[in-house]
């Protein structure tokens, strides 16, 4: 595939290869406590207080299983650290003391979130254990629960199904992962965390991004949730005819939707390729006739990378295996910047620990490296290469090194398969690497530390009392006001947008204007340190009123917000008089002819205006006027 001449916005191209996609949206709630403890909810920067060193184990099903993602995590011998604060943790999240029974303010946010989709909810909510091997929760695994299912929310005619509504407790913050040691701050562990789980029903990455920005800002507008960076994340499920599901995990930006499961939806077109590919060569993956051989002898002190590796601390090793017949198959384009030797690397530095990149070198992409083509010549004659095969040099410390040839191998038997069912992680930059194995239902089992809670009728319909106008409804009510598509969207996230339907009650106010001070001037106050969503709500109320009604200037409604936050008077309206009118123009006129604009007076206006208006706090159309009124005399 040449991805130069993909069009992530061709809808038609991505339907046509069965793209689907399904969502998993992950936002805190907005409660004081965490989930299971009366810890406080929020993220420090001091530094912690204590340190504590835990190894993570697979534990059997309910089955008698273990899940797949558990056994894969094993391998990876990670030592965890977690670093606490004892203002932030306490026993419950270090798995010393079983957890307090869960927070009932999250838990009706959570049915109200629930109730906002259509939700039926649950007569009785259990607390199921999620296996978590990957360290980012120190018991091994996660409480969550199911509050809500069989939802859904209109989209382009059509309803978009919510499979479940889940509330559960977040994770701990990833400070570093190199090598076998992986690092975590534990502030954050715990804080109730509400997870909307949609059908597979986007047809193609357009779709993908606009249901997603969809539930995530009727969630932001009710003000149950909390907004800002690192408060939400998207898990986004891909795939395409032919395929299975791959799962592309901790999106923190919706507008990066489209990209990655377009290029996921490439992947998997690749990936399908390689199969044919594959088979055609080999009738499965055991009669691949690997070879490999120790040169780690032969790059004992040389100048190139793999020489330098070898001299580091623990012992390194390096090892070259023969994949036969694979050539083509190792460059061939899975993403943008990216072959199925990509996809070889990701296994090896994820599982095996080999994060030094480029941990593989491949003769395919020989001039990429500083190892001399003798070099290359001598290592085929050891291996018996051919013409179309490959070979692929694996430098790391030895006890690594048997673990990355048994997942490069294992990676390429999953060519006979297709696209294997896998956890991607998002690159940033569109593409996606290697997280982990995607995990299965065996991973689930009851918390026995937790009764069950009873939802009763009256429950449910109280808090459906809290639900009000959704935000469907609110945007095809602000179209119908005349507001462009960019003021609906920018409003659909704006903290202002019930401020905005108040004034909507008042009669002859400017709609439009109003609905750009509650979005771009609100946005430009905060930046500055101003942050209009935490003002008096109704002297903030009577102040926009008052600008739109009186059609202040820009910089008199800036001074009169400022002022509400600083609780300082706000200075009465005044006109310039003619004598100051008369000084600015002198001084600004010859600005505007200086600058070789001709003689254009629509153009001389607009400057004029800029310049003066600053100097005023009344009426801006008056100033205007008076501007018009000396072009007219010809002045």
Same mark, same amino acid.
């Given at each position: 595939?040449?991805?130069?001449?993909?069009?992530?916005?061709?809808?038609?191209?991505?339907?046509?290869?069965?793209?689907?996609?399904?969502?998993?949206?992950?936002?805190?709630?907005?409660?004081?406590?965490?989930?299971?403890?009366?810890?406080?909810?929020?993220?420090?920067?001091?530094?912690?207080?204590?340190?504590?060193?835990?190894?993570?184990?697979?534990?059997?099903?309910?089955?008698?299983?273990?899940?797949?993602?558990?056994?894969?995590?094993?391998?990876?011998?990670?030592?965890?650290?977690?670093?606490?604060?004892?203002?932030?943790?306490?026993?419950?999240?270090?798995?010393?003391?079983?957890?307090?029974?869960?927070?009932?303010?999250?838990?009706?946010?959570?049915?109200?979130?629930?109730?906002?989709?259509?939700?039926?909810?649950?007569?009785?909510?259990?607390?199921?254990?999620?296996?978590?091997?990957?360290?980012?929760?120190?018991?091994?695994?996660?409480?969550?629960?199911?509050?809500?299912?069989?939802?859904?929310?209109?989209?382009?005619?059509?309803?978009?199904?919510?499979?479940?509504?889940?509330?559960?407790?977040?994770?701990?913050?990833?400070?570093?992962?190199?090598?076998?040691?992986?690092?975590?701050?534990?502030?954050?562990?715990?804080?109730?965390?509400?997870?909307?789980?949609?059908?597979?029903?986007?047809?193609?990455?357009?779709?993908?991004?606009?249901?997603?920005?969809?539930?995530?800002?009727? &969630?932001?507008?009710?003000?149950?949730?909390?907004?800002?960076?690192?408060?939400?994340?998207?898990?986004?499920?891909?795939?395409?005819?032919?395929?299975?599901?791959?799962?592309?995990?901790?999106?923190?930006?919706?507008?990066?939707?489209?990209?990655?499961?377009?290029?996921?939806?490439?992947?998997?077109?690749?990936?399908?390729?390689?199969?044919?590919?594959?088979?055609?060569?080999?009738?499965?993956?055991?009669?691949?006739?690997?070879?490999?051989?120790?040169?780690?002898?032969?790059?004992?002190?040389?100048?190139?990378?793999?020489?330098?590796?070898?001299?580091?601390?623990?012992?390194?090793?390096? &090892?070259?295996?023969?994949?036969?017949?694979?050539?083509?198959?190792?460059?061939?384009?899975?993403?943008?910047?990216?072959?199925?030797?990509?996809?070889?690397?990701?296994?090896?530095?994820?599982?095996?620990?080999?994060?030094?990149?480029?941990?593989?070198?491949?003769?395919?992409?020989?001039?990429?490296?500083?190892?001399?083509?003798?070099?290359?010549?001598?290592?085929?004659?050891?291996?018996?290469?051919?013409?179309?095969?490959?070979?692929?040099?694996?430098?790391?410390?030895?006890?690594?090194?048997?673990?990355?040839?048994?997942?490069?191998?294992?990676?390429?038997?999953?060519?006979?398969?297709?696209?294997?069912?896998?956890?991607?992680?998002?690159?940033?930059?569109?593409?996606?690497?290697?997280?982990?194995?995607?995990?299965?239902?065996?991973?689930?089992?009851?918390?026995?530390?937790?009764?069950?809670?009873?939802?009763?009728?009256?429950?449910?319909?109280?808090?459906?009392?809290?639900?009000?106008?959704?935000?469907?409804?609110?945007?095809?009510?602000?179209?119908?006001?005349?507001?462009?598509?960019?003021?609906?969207?920018?409003?659909?996230?704006?903290?202002?947008?019930?401020?905005?339907?108040?004034?909507?009650?008042?009669?002859?106010?400017?709609?439009?204007?109003?609905?750009?001070?509650?979005?771009?001037?609100?946005?430009?106050?905060?930046?500055?340190?101003?942050?209009?969503?935490?003002?008096?709500?109704?002297?903030?109320?009577?102040?926009?009123?008052?600008?739109?009604?009186?059609?202040?200037?820009?910089?008199?409604?800036?001074?009169?917000?400022?002022?509400?936050?600083?609780?300082?008077?706000?200075?009465?309206?005044?006109?310039?008089?003619?004598?100051?009118?008369?000084?600015?123009?002198?001084?600004?006129?010859?600005?505007?002819?200086?600058?070789?604009?001709?003689?254009?007076?629509?153009?001389?206006?607009?400057?004029?205006?800029?310049?003066?208006?600053?100097?005023?706090?009344?009426?801006?159309?008056?100033?205007?006027?008076?501007?018009?009124?000396?072009?007219?005399?010809?002045?």
């Amino acid at each position: 595939m040449n991805y130069r001449d993909v069009d992530i916005d061709n809808n038609a191209y991505f339907e046509a290869l069965g793209f689907k996609c399904g969502l998993e949206i992950h936002q805190q709630v907005a409660t004081e406590k965490k989930l299971f403890c009366h810890c406080p909810v929020g993220l420090t920067n001091r530094p912690h207080d204590a340190e504590i060193l835990r190894h993570m184990r697979p534990t059997l099903s309910e089955l008698g299983e273990y899940d797949g993602t558990a056994l894969m995590e094993f391998k990876t011998k990670k030592e965890v650290i977690y670093r606490l604060y004892r203002d932030r943790t306490c026993t419950y999240e270090m798995d010393d003391t079983p957890p307090f029974l869960v927070n009932q303010q999250a838990l009706d946010y959570a049915m109200r979130l629930a109730l906002l989709f259509n939700c039926r909810i649950v007569d009785e909510v259990h607390v199921i254990r999620k296996q978590y091997l990957d360290g980012s929760i120190p018991t091994g695994f996660q409480r969550t629960m199911i509050i809500g299912v069989d939802g859904w929310v209109p989209f382009r005619g059509r309803k978009i199904n919510i499979t479940q509504v889940n509330l559960e407790e977040e994770a701990c913050r990833e400070v570093s992962d190199i090598g076998h040691t992986i690092t975590f701050a534990a502030d954050r562990l715990s804080t109730p965390l509400v997870e909307i789980i949609t059908d597979c029903q986007m047809k193609n990455p357009t779709e993908a991004t606009e249901v997603c920005r969809l539930l995530g800002n009727a &969630m932001k507008i009710t003000g149950l949730v909390r907004r800002g960076i690192g408060t939400v994340r998207q898990d986004v499920n891909v795939s395409i005819t032919g395929s299975t599901r791959c799962e592309i995990k901790g999106v923190h930006k919706v507008d990066n939707i489209k990209a990655l499961t377009a290029y996921e939806a490439g992947r998997h077109k690749g990936l399908l390729e390689l199969k044919d590919l594959i088979k055609g060569r080999f009738t499965s993956p055991e009669q691949i006739p690997y070879r490999q051989h120790d040169l780690s002898s032969f790059f004992q002190g040389s100048l190139t990378a793999i020489g330098r590796r070898l001299e580091k601390t623990p012992v390194y090793k390096t &090892m070259a295996l023969l994949l036969p017949g694979m050539a083509d198959i190792v460059l061939h384009p899975l993403q943008p910047g990216r072959d199925f030797g990509s996809e070889l690397s990701g296994r090896v530095r994820v599982i095996a620990c080999i994060d030094d990149l480029p941990n593989l070198f491949f003769l395919s992409r020989k001039a990429n490296y500083n190892i001399p083509d003798t070099d290359w010549e001598i290592i085929g004659k050891a291996l018996g290469y051919k013409a179309g095969d490959d070979i692929v040099l694996i430098c790391g410390p030895e006890d690594d090194i048997p673990t990355a040839i048994n997942e490069i191998k294992i990676r390429v038997a999953e060519l006979f398969s297709g696209i294997p069912n896998e956890t991607r992680q998002d690159m940033k930059d569109g593409t996606t690497d290697f997280e982990r194995v995607l995990p299965g239902p065996d991973r689930m089992y009851p918390d026995t530390d937790h009764p069950p809670v009873k939802i009763t009728t009256a429950r449910v319909e109280q808090n459906r009392k809290f639900i009000g106008e959704r935000l469907w409804d609110k945007q095809e009510r602000w179209r119908k006001m005349g507001l462009h598509e960019e003021q609906v969207r920018a409003l659909s996230l704006s903290p202002l947008a019930d401020l905005f339907d108040k004034l909507a009650g008042e009669n002859g106010l400017n709609m439009k204007k109003a609905a750009h001070i509650c979005t771009a001037t609100a946005v430009g106050l905060r930046r500055e340190g101003y942050n209009p969503a935490a003002f008096d709500k109704d002297r903030l109320f009577d102040i926009i009123r008052q600008s739109l009604k009186g059609d202040w200037p820009f910089g008199r409604l800036k001074e009169a917000l400022i002022s509400l936050k600083e609780n300082s008077g706000l200075k009465a309206e005044r006109e310039l008089s003619e004598e100051e009118f008369n000084t600015l123009w002198s001084k600004n006129a010859p600005q505007y002819c200086g600058k070789n604009n001709g003689d254009d007076t629509y153009k001389f206006r607009r400057f004029m205006a800029g310049k003066l208006i600053a100097h005023q706090t009344c009426r801006a159309h008056d100033l205007i006027a008076k501007i018009d009124r000396r072009l007219a005399a010809g002045k």
